[in-house]
């Protein structure tokens, strides 16, 4: 199977990318059948070869994730919602509204206390205003 990935090349913590066709079973760094494109992270630059793309995908050629996102902001393929995207989003959700439950029991607990405090403070003066 052909996929279309990314091989990394440049510096150390100064990688960029290019766009290639290879065998699903090559190394990631290996012999490609074929450079389609460039990517760099830093610069956020793209370029491909839209016509070489066409061609590989047209073959049956399946795009990693992140190259999948690439030829999504390029306008190459249509954008479509994974169930890894709905199942993360489903469970950021679900934190927000733990979090915010927990901050709410944590502020009407302070407010309690305070009041609480309030009080004992009021009784405590009364207290020693009788006495004297």
């Known amino acids: 199977m052909i996929k ?24 990631r760094d290996g012999r490609p059948l074929q450079e389609l494109g460039f990517y760099n992270p830093r ?27 690439l030829l999504e902001r390029g306008g190459l393929l249509e ?6 995207e709905t199942v993360g989003k489903a469970k950021q959700a679900a934190k927000r509204e733990a979090d915010a439950k927990q901050a709410a029991k944590e502020a009407a607990e302070a407010k309690a ?20």
């Open 113 to 132: 206390a305070e009041k609480a405090a309030e009080a004992e403070a009021s009784d405590s003066a009364e207290s020693e205003s009788t006495e004297g």
């Open 4 to 27: 279309l990935r990314l091989k990394r090349f440049g510096k150390k913590r100064e990688a960029s990318f290019r766009l290639v066709a290879c065998n699903s079973t090559s190394r």
């Open 43 to 69: 610069t956020k630059e793209t370029r491909l070869d839209t016509e070489a793309i066409r061609e590989r995908l047209g073959q049956g050629a399946q795009p990693t994730d992140v190259v999948r996102t």
């Open 79 to 84: 954008k479509t919602v994974r169930p890894a």
